[in-house]
């Protein structure tokens, strides 16, 4: 076996100001940023006062983005955000992105420069793993994430990694989702339990920053400690215009030692649907095919990137939403919004009798656009699990933008192969 670390240990041992740190071996890092949203963090204030804490242990490196309760529907909503706004003054939080100058934390934050290669963030919300995408080491606290707001650190055990080889280039009509389904259906969850995943390889460097974060993101799924890719020019010209901060990026050693090995020819790929109750239930699309929908949404921190709205333009471009399918299209940030406007894509989304909402969170997790018992929906969110977007007794099937665009024209799950000219 290598002595090597790989760039999980790299990164981590950075954050306790050691040369390495071992596979197994139980630390407590200093993060760059810890990042919350805005629902959650009045309770979580609650919590922390009761342990008899009266600050923030780094209230200069704590991020609040409002994206889930937006826009607000309820008085009780209302005042869970007056509450937020309260706190963000009474504990001097310097970083506060709010309704209007924000977009989904997961894309918006390497937007505004925050995350940045070589960095280790905290984050409340599982679907942080976006961040890997940059060559920073994203790390989730749930439970603990009062804990963290308290002292500023937590333990976490250093992860073994699973490397992931990507050759090749994405063939027409397969989107980033799809390669993202397969690698969740082909990795047993068991595997990838607590482990680190890695991207690696030429196909790596034919992805745009926003499909890495997806690809990234989409690992949260498998039950992974985090997903990272080392960065590149890409990544380089992405982060340099936007950084808040300078940042030394860092790289595994060749002779570093991994868990797994898998190789995937991206050329080989398919369009690819993962069925209910679960993301890593993924099947190839042909054998869903022809299944009626009764709704379809683009959104989430898995999609409603730029790339994404073009794709699923490409689809609606000179064509009509099914009369009885309606589709939502979420941008994932104000920035990608505005950008769509310019680029035709919200004409050409109007035009197709498609709704349109600012970015948000709200319908992923079913506090919009519910869903009723025997309704089958099709989307690009994190989840299917039942219950999610409303009814215990509806279906929900995870899906690349082209796919849910172009089955919410048919009225039916479709290839949209079959509509591309």
Aim: aromatic content about 8%; overall charge negative.
């Amino acid at each position: 076996m290598g002595k090597g670390q790989t760039l999980a240990q790299k990164i981590l041992a950075r954050h306790v100001d050691r040369e390495r740190v071992e596979i197994g071996e139980v630390i407590f890092p200093k993060f760059d940023f810890y990042i919350c949203q805005e629902m959650p963090f009045p309770e979580f204030w609650k919590e922390t006062e009761s342990m008899g804490v009266t600050e923030l242990a780094n209230p200069d490196r704590m991020i609040i983005v409002a994206d889930h309760e937006v826009p607000v529907l309820s008085m009780k909503g209302r005042n869970r955000w007056t509450r937020t706004l309260e706190l963000i003054d009474q504990l001097r939080i310097k970083h506060v992105f709010k309704p209007g100058n924000a977009g989904i934390q997961h894309l918006l934050l390497p937007e505004k420069g925050f995350i940045l290669p070589g960095h280790l963030t905290c984050s409340f919300d599982v679907h942080a793993l976006n961040f890997g995408a940059l060559g920073c080491y994203p790390f989730t606290a749930v439970y603990e994430f009062p804990a963290v707001m308290a002292t500023g650190t937590i333990w976490l055990t250093v992860p073994e990694t699973i490397l992931v080889h990507l050759d090749g280039k994405l063939p027409y009509g397969c989107g980033i989702r799809d390669l993202a389904l397969c690698v969740i259906g082909m990795i047993d969850a068991k595997m990838a339990d607590s482990r680190a995943i890695q991207f690696t390889g030429s196909g790596v460097s034919e992805l745009s920053v926003n499909e890495r974060m997806i690809l990234c993101g989409v690992m949260t799924e498998l039950g992974v400690e985090t997903t990272l890719i080392e960065p590149d020019e890409k990544v380089f010209d992405y982060v340099e215009k936007v950084a808040v901060e300078p940042f030394v990026p860092l790289y595994g050693d060749k002779d570093a030692s991994y868990a797994a090995e898998y190789h995937i020819d991206l050329g080989e790929l398919e369009p690819m649907i993962a069925k209910p109750p679960n993301p890593d239930n993924v099947v190839p699309l042909h054998e869903v095919a022809g299944l009626n929908i009764n709704s379809a949404y683009i959104g989430s921190c898995q999609s409603g990137t730029i790339e994404e709205l073009r794709a699923a333009a490409e689809i609606l471009k000179g064509r009509k939403v099914h009369p009885d399918v309606p589709l939502l299209i979420v941008p994932s940030t104000q920035e990608t919004y505005r950008q769509a406007a310019e680029e035709g894509l919200v004409e050409v989304f109007a035009a197709a009798n498609a709704m349109m909402l600012g970015p948000t969170c709200s319908p992923c997790f079913g506090m919009v656009f519910q869903m009723e018992k025997g309704e089958v929906r099709i989307t690009t969110a994190t989840r299917n699990d039942r219950g999610r977007m409303g009814s215990l007794e509806s279906d929900i099937y995870l899906a690349g933008a082209s796919v849910v665009a172009a089955s919410a024209v048919m009225g039916k799950v479709t290839d949209p192969q079959e509509l591309m000219v």
